[in-house]
């Protein structure tokens, strides 16, 4: 209301009666209503086409089949096959991008467009407590994994991630 008698008394649009600005707001409020309306819907949408393909997913790879057991198995012969120096680069090349210092305008940046897809919006308050405390956490987890477990599947490979981090 008020812009629109701004705009009127600076001469850029008709003078309106009481009447005609009634009619003009009720016309932005439907339109404004429609649009949000839409918005609910495709955010609804993707909701649900979302948890249906993560149920499918999860269902596929429960299910005890072979392609799936052929496929790891493949996996697990391409990265035991590479050289300890090329594991190590792709566990550094990895873990820096999901999780280094450079990473923080990525994980917020992916979290908005998350949010966005869902229909909400990012408070960046909660962005930055997000950003600030899974990437430390998956971190820590991940060089446990790396001290722990990786010198149990193969030493050589640890041996030459730890070498590598250190310069």
């Known amino acids: 209301e008020i812009k629109l008698r701004m705009a009127a008394s600076l001469g850029q649009a008709p003078d309106l009666n009481d009447e005609d600005l009634l009619q003009h707001l009720h016309q932005e409020a439907v339109a404004f209503a429609d649009q949000k309306k839409k ?8 909701v649900v086409s979302d948890s249906t393909s993560a149920v499918i997913f999860f269902i596929l790879l429960v299910r005890d089949n ?16 590479l050289s300890d120096t090329a594991k190590a680069f792709i566990i550094i090349l990895v873990t820096d991008t999901l999780l280094g210092y450079h990473s923080e305008e ?4 992916a979290l908005s467009l998350l949010s966005h897809h869902y229909g909400l ?29 990786l010198n149990k599947i193969d030493p050589a490979a640890a041996v030459t991630l730890r070498q590598m981090d250190r310069h």
């Open 66 to 81: 072979s392609p799936r057991a052929i496929l790891f198995r493949t996996i697990g012969r391409v990265f035991t096959g």
């Open 39 to 46: 918005e609910n819907k495709r955010a609804l949408l993707n």
């Open 121 to 149: 919006h990012a408070q960046q308050d909660g962005l930055h407590l997000f950003v600030a405390t899974v990437p430390v956490v998956l971190d820590s987890l991940f060089k446990y994994w790396i001290f722990v477990e």
């Open 106 to 109: 990525g994980w917020t940046a």
